[in-house]
């Protein structure tokens, strides 16, 4: 498959180290306590899907004074997997939750990582949504036949912004793709390290279609700067007034949860504390008013069930990508 990877320069490194920093100044923890000091990395550049799950979790755990300094740092790069590979190494602080989900596990196989989700200590999932196809207001297409009409003629000229390599963007489009009869592995699918970097390509041309969380392009498709052509839920959305791809005859639903993890090797009572208060957390008022302003749905689920789940889905996951060659 033909792929084009623009990393994040400037900014994006100068995030990866200050995060680095943030995460090797906490050093071993034993006996932190994380009611009172708790630090969140998102594996992401600011702006995308991650972030503000993190950014939206910080304020409830301050708004409902559940811990009395949160603060969120940015390690972007490679679909969540640089950042998971720090995260991975810094021992088992308690004091220390990373966000994951959909996007990093595709990234973990598409660009073998040595670490893996089995090299942290699951706590919650906390939600999920669906992802959305869309298209500069300027362009030429008006509907999503009009872009499987241009993408079926010439697959690889129809540039994709996105996500990580392997992640639920990645996914989609290459759903998407087969979905509409183009060979997976033909399409032109472009990573970027974070939604705000992907919302930039898309306004400046770069791609042709952009692919994200619907909170991701919301407020620049009520401004009318984007165009949604299909979203990828199962069936139509309360509040989101775009067509599915199954509506419209392309078969395609794709989920994208995110949870957070602590690092290996923390105590079972670490991990007990942890997930009392990710749940104190997830069963405020405030955070129902998170789930509702983003079109998120609840799915919260802790301990072995979270296990269980994170092992099924890695495995779909790995299907998916072994099944469209990407």
Known sequence: MNRRVLPALGVAATLVLTGFAAVDASGSATGADPRSSLTLMAPAAPGGGWDLALREAQQVLRAEAIVNNVQVINVPGAGGTIGLARFADIGPDPTQLMMTGTVMEGAITVNGSAATLDDTTPIARLAEDYLV??????????????????????????????????????????????????????????????????????????????????????????????????????????????????????????????????????????????????????????????????????????????????AADQARVDGIIEELGL
């Open 133 to 310: 196809l869309v298209v500069p207001a300027e362009s030429p297409f008006r509907t999503l036949d009009d872009f499987l009409d241009a993408w079926r003629a010439d697959p690889h000229g129809q540039a994709i912004g996105g996500g990580g390599l392997g992640g639920a963007d990645h996914l989609l489009a290459g759903l998407t793709a087969r979905g509409a009869g183009i060979e997976p592995g033909a399409i032109n699918y472009i990573a970027y390290s974070g939604g705000g970097e992907a919302l930039t390509a898309l306004l400046s041309g770069t791609v042709a279609v952009g692919i994200s969380g619907f909170h991701d392009f919301s407020d620049q498709i009520e401004a009318g700067n984007l165009r949604a052509l299909a979203y990828s839920a199962p069936e139509p959305v309360e509040g989101i007034d775009v067509p599915t791809l199954t509506e419209q005859g392309v078969p395609v639903t794709l989920s994208n949860w995110r949870g957070v993890v602590a690092p290996p090797g923390i105590t079972d009572d670490q991990r007990a504390e942890l997930t009392a208060l990710i749940t104190e957390m997830a069963g405020s008022p405030r955070w129902a008013d998170t789930l509702a302003r983003n079109k998120w749905e609840d799915s919260f689920i802790t301990g072995a069930e979270f296990d269980r789940f994170i």
